[in-house]
């Protein structure tokens, strides 16, 4: 599972960063997109990340630095479709179809105008679930995945996400499978699916014989723009990775907090919250310069700010990283649980 940052600035995109789009790969290679700042096609383009393999976007809130690549890549899915075989679905809670001080963006409305009714019958419908408390959306409840929106504190209403990745079954031990006498078939899933077999001998295997520990799940928290994202904390009990903005630097606390935005200091504090291991920033001020490029000394660069986050995270064992553009994060599967005895 990979988070590609697509756009890690803030307000608008320059020749040095773009605007907001984090995409989340899975292990199949589908693709869901949080957020889709303008330039997010071209972004896409430039990393492992088929506009093909997108079947899910997650807006966090509707200002333009993050919906403004919506309408262009909706059409040019529309026009793609038959290279993709799942539909598309844009996953927003109901309270940010409609952002407050006179802006007005609808998301349903955007699909409809963007793809062609016969290409994408009914492909693309927003989330329904009702508040279940403490201003949170159940949005995903499968087999694999738990995906809540929570209500996070910014200028217009704004959500994060959090992913939970459900345990998955342990690997067999096809060895004392064999020992046995049972040759791999159907039998071998129903053991991985729970269920116990009973073998030519009359011999009664049960799933605890052959299959291992459980994989533990992975969790993602992906948080919109935020100057406060605490009414969020009691979905997490811990998490893998937190993607929070960082607007602006610790000296520039009272500037971020009037229009919604974050510190370093403040993203590590949240992170330390919901006990998170990995703490991943973006949303930069572009008047702070990618890593990548060298800052004169009339310019500041991220660095600032990822030497701010660590040192307020001192003492702890959370990773801190400040993100760029076309940055990486790969996430390995969690080892097993040990086998008590």
């Excluded at 972004?43 to 919906?67: E, P």
Aim: overall charge negative; hydrophobic content about 35%; proline content about 5%.
């Amino acid at each position: 599972m990979k988070l590609h940052f697509l756009g890690t600035g803030s307000s608008y995109p320059t020749t040095r960063r773009g605007v907001s789009a984090t995409a989340l790969q899975h292990d199949d290679g589908c693709v869901w997109l949080f957020d889709c700042g303008e330039g997010t096609q071209i972004q896409a383009q430039k990393v492992a990340v088929s506009r093909q393999k997108i079947n899910k976007i997650f807006i966090t809130h509707l200002h333009g630095d993050h919906i403004f690549g919506l309408p262009g890549l909706l059409c040019t899915i529309s026009s793609q479709m038959g290279l993709v075989e799942e539909q598309v679905h844009e996953l927003v809670p109901e309270e940010v179809q409609h952002t407050q001080g006179g802006e007005d963006f609808r998301v349903d409305i955007c699909s409809e105008t963007t793809c062609h009714p016969s290409q994408l019958p009914g492909t693309h419908i927003r989330a329904t679930s009702d508040t279940i408390g403490n201003f949170h959306w159940q949005l995903i409840d499968d087999e694999r995945w738990c995906v809540s929106a929570g209500w996070i504190h910014h200028r217009v209403p704004t959500f994060g996400y959090v992913i939970k990745e459900k345990d998955r079954p342990g690997t067999l031990d096809t060895n004392k499978l064999l020992s046995l006498g049972i040759k791999p078939g159907p039998v071998y899933g129903q053991l991985k699916g729970g269920k116990s077999v009973t073998t030519e001998n009359g011999e009664r295997v049960t799933p605890e014989m052959v299959v291992g520990p459980a994989i533990p799940g992975r969790t993602v928290v992906i948080l919109g723009d935020t100057s406060d994202a605490s009414p969020l904390a009691h979905l997490v009990e811990s998490c893998d990775v937190v993607v929070h903005e960082a607007t602006h630097d610790d000296t520039l606390k009272d500037k971020a907090l009037e229009f919604g935005h974050s510190t370093p200091s403040q993203a590590v504090h949240f992170a330390k919250t919901i006990s998170a291991k990995t703490l991943l920033l973006n949303h930069f001020s572009q008047r702070y310069l990618p890593t990548c490029k060298e800052a004169t000394k009339n310019e500041e660069s991220i660095a600032l700010l990822e030497e701010q986050a660590l040192t307020a995270a001192e003492g702890t064992t959370l990773h801190v990283q400040c993100t760029d553009d076309l940055f990486v994060y790969d996430m390995p599967s969690h080892p097993r649980h040990n086998v008590q005895t």
